[in-house]
């Protein structure tokens, strides 16, 4: 098995290529007969190759060496590259920089990690670009290896995201990267935007807490106990509580639970709910937030109550819409699940306008206020939210 040796910032990485792969050749034999051929690394036999991704700014002497292979493969003004390579040397700022992919002495590939690649989007950064990998070393990994090279870089110097900007289709989303525009360019072209979260060192996925957050119409906060009155007023609605787990409350003390329930899981960083204020009255109008939190699986339940007299205004999906920006962006979940009773339809449309995705009906799937009820499942996934929250947001 080969290793991929990417020596950086006096860091070493290996990583190791697919297992040896089994070639069936037939060299002028009969149909029914062939030669099973184990094929290792180089695919010639002889000794394991040692490749290396170097970092030009850490190695000066590759400086006109890598001018001359990025101006030379992607056919552009070589004063384009000197200028951006060479004053990647001792750079205020982390970028740009730039990469190549070493065979002993011999360049076989490259990319750069830039802040912007002469595209429309000036809002994104950074980019990875002029990724190339040499005819006769493609299908082999090199191109996936300097992808997952310049995502760590951008990681280590605290980027959560990276972009890059494509004619092809195909390549880059067997690699986890997410269509989720289109740019353009100063010469009329238009290209494919990719977007991919950078590889940062592992943490623990813990629950945020319940920072507040705005939508046009609504704050979401954590509740207080002078919410109390509020939520009864909604809450003790047997028609708000239909369909939902919980019984309608009888009393105040009912709803003073609840909040003393919310409360404290937020103090512990178990789950989170929000109640939902209107601003035009700042009165707490219902819920929203979290049921069931895995973290191993990255993944989380939502469920939510509105009062009645806001029903059919989409009020629940803006409130769904903002917590999910919340979810997906900033505490970084790959997955985010709902339910509702079949009844519920409308519960249904609130997931489907947010951007949800049915996934089917579980039959007899919960007990509750003395029944069997089916439930219709939704979820969304990283990729679903990186594809539509353009038009959700809007």
């Not at 750069?112 to 002469?118: R, W, Y």
């Not at 990681?155 to 990267?177: A, F, N």
């Not at 957050?213 to 047997?238: C, G, K, M, S």
């Not at 929000?274 to 339940?301: E, Y």
Request: overall charge negative.
């Amino acid at each position: 098995m080969v290793g991929l040796q990417i020596l950086d910032l006096a860091m070493v990485v290996r990583i190791h290529l697919p297992q040896p792969k089994i070639v069936w050749e037939r060299r002028n034999l009969p149909p029914f007969f062939c030669i099973l051929i184990w094929v290792y690394g180089d695919e010639l036999g002889g000794s394991p190759m040692d490749e290396k991704i170097l970092a030009i700014h850490e190695h000066k002497g590759l400086l006109e060496r890598g001018i001359d292979y990025f101006s030379r493969r992607w056919n552009s003004d070589r004063r384009l590259y000197a200028d951006a390579i060479a004053n990647s040397f001792g750079a205020d700022s982390p970028i740009p920089r730039w990469y190549l992919l070493m065979m002993g002495d011999e360049i076989i590939g490259g990319c750069g990690l830039i802040a912007n690649d002469f595209i429309s989007r000036q809002d994104l950064t950074p980019w990875i670009c002029a990724l190339y990998v040499e005819e006769p070393y493609r299908h082999r990994g090199f191109g996936k290896a300097l992808l997952e090279h310049a995502r760590k870089e951008a990681g280590t110097l605290g980027y959560k995201k990276v972009y890059l900007c494509t004619d092809h289709q195909g390549y880059y989303e067997q690699y986890g990267w997410v269509h989720i525009a289109n740019g353009y360019h100063l010469w009329g072209d238009a290209s494919r935007i990719y977007e991919h979260h950078t590889i940062r060192d592992v943490v623990p996925l813990q629950f945020l807490g319940c920072p507040v957050l705005e939508t046009d119409r609504l704050v979401l906060r954590p509740f207080r106990i002078e919410d109390a009155d509020d939520v009864f007023e909604y809450a003790r609605n047997p028609h708000v509580a239909q369909y939902l787990s919980w019984d309608a409350h009888q009393t105040k003390e009912d709803s003073l639970r609840f909040i003393d329930w919310a409360m404290e899981q937020v103090q512990q960083d178990a789950l989170g709910q929000w109640a939902i204020i209107l601003k035009q009255n700042h009165r707490v109008i219902g819920s929203i937030g979290f049921m069931q939190f895995d973290p191993p699986n990255s993944c989380g339940t939502l469920g939510y109550a509105l009062a009645e007299p806001y029903w059919n205004q989409g009020l629940t999906t803006e409130a769904l819409i903002g917590l999910l920006q919340f979810i997906f962006d900033e505490m970084e979940l790959n997955r985010v699940e709902a339910v509702h009773f079949i009844e519920n339809e409308a519960s249904g449309r609130v997931m489907e306008k947010a951007g949800m995705r049915c996934e089917g009906v579980q039959r007899s799937r919960l007990f509750v206020k003395n029944r069997y009820w089916d439930i219709k499942q939704y979820a969304m996934v990283r990729s679903d939210w990186l594809s539509a929250k353009e038009s959700v947001l809007d």
